[in-house]
């Protein structure tokens, strides 16, 4: 036989709670949950593995360093760390000027950083250093706290508008240094706590559509050296707005020789990336594109004396020689945690996201926890050295990959480089126009503006996330970086509830000749089962959607859960009374009546008469009010040749199924007596039908609970008021878990230990049977059944 035809037929045993606690053993708490004193005494138990697993886990470069092969690893990464130097050098000087600081600065936040991460980093192939967004993050930070107006020249007693711009400066690298600080301490201790998955929180859209944002605000920053003006400077929210304004209010005041040097500058720097673009793949290393522009612009500065002819603005001063340690103004920190914070979590979630993908390519492994570790220790470290924040620079990183790249080694060797420029070259590019490094900045931000693409791709795969994206690209740009970034953060929380709360709800019917269960009202071909209710939610329940759980299954399913509990606590009481009523009729009418015998024959034979005529009347008034598709089924009690039967009255044609009892007796006494028990033991397995009202061709309902991974008290209730339903209609109840809940459910729950098998109950023959569909769709794992037994159907 063909083995694409081949049929298998599974049974296994169905296990309530008690017979799966009996077979499984579950554990007990002190096994599952070792107790304190034993933590205790494993944390402080030092033994050689456990101090080699400290050491490696501390140390990251431990682990690949002994096995380092100077021929083999030693040779690419020397070539990559020189062409990831020779980047470091531009992107560091004019990253500098984004963060408001002399370009010295950018040169020490390329060198100490990149040491530190050496030894703590798990990654091997980002490259740390300077990054536009968080230079764009510490600028913003830098002119808030220290704007020019705090800084103008005193002339006597007269306030000049001229800057010292010395002590203005002297004043914002403090602040970077403390924020930076700052932040790495926030690293570092949420590294330490195991709060690696923080990142997790910045979703894709977010961090995309963020800096997005970000490059606008380096782009309108970068302007006045492009044209040459002085806008004022703007903080808080909409200060973009406000700056973006100024600078065109200012355009008629543009000095024609720095638009120039910008516009040559621009259109070099664009023609020469393309064409190293083109030439990559037969290039063994790329151009040092942004190397060539500042030489070429610094000798033909320097002989041209541009500055002094044209006033044309240059980088200045660059002392040579590495600054002493300082400590960080610790009064500054009130001052700046919320942006040290928002500097902790951007910075983190660009190097992981960078490292990640590195590590999944080149087959190892990045560990979250200690790359927030490394991150923060570079950063601390470094702004002792008067540093700003870093993270993985995405253009440096890819460079040191594709180069051939192995180990961090690379990152020493341009670390190196950097050392050497500012050591002994740092002085030559004293000349070098500002308009230059800008328009470095500018073209460096090409990646960042092809992110722009990510609105035509969302609006065709997820229209939530292009909101988010939308929202965190209009927030950052109106309310500046850092609130902008806690309201994406909030808001890309809102849309995780929003998710969950509006889930897909949907009625799974079999496609005719497969084994697959979809949607019925997306799949033309997919067709309910008869007697079954497959019922999915996406999303698991609690208390935020419990009710909308349950409307949802009353609209897909047309079962009016609340409705019918309540109906059938209403008729259980009307009931009640109807019968105390009865009793005590009989009672009266028994001591009247000299034949006690005869008359309780007629008053079983009566009762039996008043009970099918009032079922039937009732039966009739609801056959017009269902609206389902298959036909009602009502049920009537009848009393023919001393036996009990319950007659089933399904779209007009009757059906007589025996539920009752044979007497064996002849006597006509005991025999009406036996009916009568066997009636009302009947009667109370009665669903709503035959209490007068109505009921429905089901048997059965499924549940699909495969999304659940926790489960609440609202939950429980919900998911009790279904259990109330299906006991009430005599149904049984099948629910599928893709996961073990964490808390326990107190609801009587068996399991069906197959993750391949789905359990329905076959109420004609009294038993539970197991089939073996591809109920992918719906079950991954174990099952939960919950089963009662009930009334025959035919």
């Known amino acids: 036989m063909d083995s694409r035809y081949r049929k298998y037929k599974i049974e296994r045993e169905v296990l309530d709670e008690q017979g799966l606690e009996e077979l499984a053993q579950r ?101 740390i250093g300077t990054f536009a967004v968080l230079s764009i993050m510490v600028g913003s930070v830098t002119e808030r706290l220290a704007p020019d107006v705090d800084f103008l020249k005193m002339n006597g007693t007269n306030v000049t508008s001229e800057v010292d711009i010395a002590a203005r400066d002297s004043y914002r690298v403090q602040v970077a240094a403390a924020t930076t600080v700052l932040g790495g301490l926030i690293q570092v201790l949420l590294g330490s706590l195991k709060f690696g998955f923080v990142g997790t929180y910045l979703s894709e859209p977010l961090v995309r559509a963020y800096t997005a944002a970000a490059a606008l605000h380096a782009v309108v920053a970068q302007l006045k050296y492009i044209f040459g003006v002085s806008p004022a400077r703007f903080n808080g929210p909409l200060s973009l707005v406000y700056t973006l304004k100024e600078v065109c209010r200012l355009l008629p005041q543009t000095h024609l020789p720095t638009l120039v040097v910008s516009v040559v500058s621009l259109i070099l720097l664009i023609a020469a990336k393309e064409l190293n673009s083109l030439l990559s793949p037969r290039l063994p290393v790329p151009i040092p594109v942004e190397l060539i522009t500042i030489i070429t612009a610094t000798l033909i500065s320097n002989y041209g004396q541009l500055n002094r002819n044209f006033t044309i603005p240059v980088v200045g001063e660059i002392p040579s020689g590495l600054s002493p340690p300082i400590v960080p103004k610790v009064n500054i920190f009130s001052e700046v945690i919320g942006d040290a914070f928002a500097l902790a979590l951007v910075a983190y979630a660009i190097s992981i996201s960078l490292g990640k993908i590195f590590a999944l390519k080149h087959g190892y492994k990045v560990d979250s926890n200690q790359e927030l570790v490394a991150l923060g220790l570079s950063n601390t470290f470094g702004g002792f050295f008067q540093c700003y924040a870093v993270c993985a620079s995405m253009s440096r990183s890819l460079i040191q990959e ?371 569909p591809s109920f992918r769709n719906l079950n991954q794992s174990g099952h939960l059944v919950l089963h009662k037994v009930g009334l025959s159907y035919n």
């Open 402 to 772: 594709s180069t051939g790249g192995k180990t961090q080694m690379a990152g020493i060797t341009s670390a190196v480089i950097v050392l050497v420029t500012i050591l002994k070259l740092g002085p030559l590019f004293q000349e070098l126009p500002k308009a230059v490094l800008a328009c470095i900045v500018f073209v460096n931000l090409k990646g960042m503006f092809k992110q722009y693409s990510d609105i035509v791709i969302l609006w065709r795969s997820n229209k939530i996330d292009l909101v988010l994206w939308l929202f965190t690209w209009v927030s950052t740009l109106l309310f500046n970086l850092d609130l902008g970034l806690a309201a994406a953060i909030v808001f890309a929380l809102f849309t995780v509830i929003f998710r969950t709360q509006l889930p897909i709800y949907s009625v799974l019917g079999n496609v005719e000749g497969s084994e697959l269960y979809v949607d019925i009202e997306i799949y033309k071909e997919a067709r309910e089962i008869p007697g079954i209710i497959i019922f999915r939610s996406s999303a698991p329940v609690y208390f935020a959607n419990a009710e909308l759980y349950l409307e949802a299954l009353k609209k897909k399913s047309g079962l009016d859960i609340n409705k019918m509990i309540t109906y059938k606590k209403r008729q259980e009481a009307k009931e009640k009374r109807k019968q105390k009523r009865k009793a005590r009729r009989a009672q009266r009418q028994g001591k009247r009546e000299k034949l006690p015998d005869q008359s309780a024959v007629f008053s079983v034979e009566e009762e039996a008469k008043t009970w099918r005529e009032s079922l039937v009347r009732k039966a009739t008034e609801a056959e017009n009010w269902t609206d389902r598709r298959n036909s009602s089924v009502f049920i009537k009690p009848t009393t023919t040749d001393g036996q009990c039967r319950w007659e089933y009255l399904k779209g007009g044609d009757s059906d007589h199924t025996s539920l009752g009892c044979e007497q064996m007796d002849s006597d006509a006494t005991n025999r009406d007596s036996g009916c009568k028990d066997a009636m009302s033991r009947d009667l109370e397995r009665i669903s709503l039908g035959s209490l007068g009202k109505w009921t429905w061709d089901i048997h059965s309902i499924i549940l699909d609970l495969s999304t659940a991974n926790f489960i609440d008290t609202v939950a429980v209730k919900t998911m009790r008021n279904v259990v109330k339903l299906v006991w009430s209609n005599n149904w049984s109840l099948a629910t599928s878990f893709l996961t073990p809940l964490q808390s326990d459910i107190y609801l009587p729950l068996s399991t069906m230990p197959c993750s391949s098998v789905w359990a329905v109950t076959d109420l004609t023959h009294r038993q539970l049977w197991t089939a073996t």
């Open 27 to 127: 554990k007990s708490y002190v096994d599952n949950q070792p107790s304190v004193i034993h933590h205790l005494k494993d944390s402080i138990r030092c033994t050689v593995p456990k101090f080699k697993q400290g050491i490696l886990s501390t140390f990251p470069v431990f682990y690949w360093l002994p096995k380092y092969s100077v021929w083999d690893d030693g040779i690419p990464d020397f070539i990559s760390g020189i062409s990831v130097g020779i980047m470091h050098l531009p992107q560091g000087m004019a990253y500098a000027l984004l963060a408001s600081l002399p370009p010295v600065f950018g040169l020490y936040t390329s060198l100490y950083p990149a040491l530190i991460y050496f030894f703590f980093g798990t990654s091997r192939h980002i490259s």
